[in-house]
């Protein structure tokens, strides 16, 4: 191991960061390597990611059935009707398909699949195998369409391509395919799509909930408990709130310049920032209605009111803990940091597989000095840093897991997977009481990390 800095591998260095020792540069999006399963991930799996939760529509994957099952039920979205998006069908590709070409195997399974659950819609995704052998997915979508009467729609998601974000843009453009082809009647004009939330463990109905009790109505869920036929007449909002900016801040640029839709970045993570969002966009309502700033001050101070007495004694005893985050978006980064020093503690690592240079400019802002700022990981150096750090709390997603299991330190899982709703005033709370219960645990004082001292 090289021991300046802990950098495991050189060609990594130009990835670490650290706040104080030098001026702020980093390297960061950079291409994923074809055929591995890195932090980052490939252009088919972003793609995946963003168009699961569509619940209604039909998710077929063109590819070796390997694909399939690596983004098998790859998120914790919910629905609040059909579940058609959980089920994982793949043209399983042989080698007598890659020679002869696949297109008539897709044709076969996409009519019997239709035929068999009646879809809304139906996503064909593009793995890289299909790049390679040259299947028209745009032919054979077009001429299935025709046939089924439902849009088929192909995902250029070939995962040699780039690196996830390029996945994201895939799917923006899937998406954008829908957008505009239905029926705008009576939308109210205080209204907006949810952009870039998921639904994991139901978050996306906390938010509509925070909406509806400033007045305002919501259109389409881009993509948690999404449905196809809200995504055709999703061009009728007035504004586009984005929350995971990396995943669909590609689709609302696009609906910008279509159809003159506005868009705010937002977050519901955190206390601050989750207020900040509702009053957001409550001035852009104000001149539609007056009334809606007050409305939303009375929301927020209603929820503050029992938000605060409970988090005082989780602060109490968590108070100069240290808090390492890496997470898949940076966006969430950023509200992560604010709501670990609203519990007293400090961050001292923070990372994520696709923040841009500007995102890691503003987590170095935004972080004390000493804190190391990474671009997609490894877990050689992840568990370096966090027993260089000494720390005591782990926030990630399932790949970061076992690593934090493995050096005796808790675990918040903040990503795919997570049970909890940590969206929200009532999600800042619940992520109170999931940090305090881990770092506090008395397991703790069993692990190897926290007995070399005492044995020596």
Request: net charge negative; with cysteine; charged share 25%.
């Amino acid at each position: 191991m090289n021991t300046d800095h802990s950098v495991i591998f050189q060609e990594r260095k130009d990835q670490i960061h650290r706040k104080g020792e030098e001026p702020f540069e980093i390297s960061c999006n950079k291409e994923s390597l074809a055929g591995a399963v890195s932090q980052r991930a490939c252009v088919f799996c972003g793609s995946r990611v963003v168009l699961y939760p569509i619940a209604d529509a039909l998710h077929l994957v063109h590819g070796p059935i390997g694909c399939a099952a690596y983004t098998w039920d790859i998120r914790g979205a919910l629905s609040s009707g059909p579940e058609l998006h959980r089920l994982s069908f793949s043209t399983d590709l042989q080698e007598k398909d890659v020679i002869f070409g696949g297109e008539e195997k897709l044709t076969r399974a996409l009519v019997e699949l239709i035929d068999r659950h009646s879809p809304n819609a139906a996503f064909v995704y593009s793995t890289c195998i299909v790049g390679i052998i040259g299947d028209d997915l745009e032919s054979v979508c077009k001429r299935v369409s025709g046939e089924k009467g439902i849009p088929v729609i192909p995902v250029q998601s070939e995962g040699f391509k780039g690196n996830k974000r390029e996945g994201y843009h895939a799917a923006c453009n899937a998406m954008f395919r829908l957008i505009g082809t239905g029926d705008t009647t009576g939308i109210s004009p205080l209204s907006v799509n949810i952009l870039g939330d998921f639904n994991l463990a139901g978050e996306i109905w906390i938010i509509q909930e925070y909406y509806r009790r400033m007045g305002i109505e919501t259109v389409a869920n881009v993509t948690g408990d999404g449905r196809v036929d809200d995504l055709r007449r999703a061009h009728g909002a007035a504004l586009n709130v984005v929350q995971c900016s990396g995943a669909t801040m590609d689709l609302a640029k696009m609906m910008q310049e279509a159809f003159g839709i506005p868009f705010q970045r937002v977050s519901y993570f955190g206390v601050e920032d989750m207020a900040e969002s509702l009053y957001a966009v409550a001035r852009f309502f104000g001149d539609r209605d007056p009334g809606i700033m007050a409305r939303t001050q009375a929301l927020v101070k209603e929820e503050l009111s029992i938000l605060y007495p409970q988090l005082q004694k989780y602060r109490k005893a968590l108070s100069g803990k240290k808090a390492a985050i890496y997470v898949g978006g940076a966006f969430k980064a950023f509200s992560l940091v604010k709501a670990f020093r609203l519990l007293g503690m400090q961050v001292v690592l923070v990372g994520s597989q696709t923040g841009t240079e500007e995102d890691y400019q503003e987590l170095h802002e935004i972080t004390d000095d000493g804190t190391i700022i990474v671009d997609d990981s490894n877990p050689l150096e992840l568990s370096s840093f966090l027993k260089e750090k000494d720390v005591d709390v782990f926030v990630g997603g399932v790949k970061e897991r076992p690593i934090a299991y493995k050096l005796g330190v808790g675990f918040c899982d903040h990503n795919h997977e997570r049970k909890e709703p940590l969206e929200g005033f009532i999600g800042m709370l619940n992520f109170a009481k999931e940090i305090h219960a881990s770092v506090v645990s008395p397991v703790w004082r069993f692990v190897p990390r926290k007995t070399a001292g005492r044995r020596g």
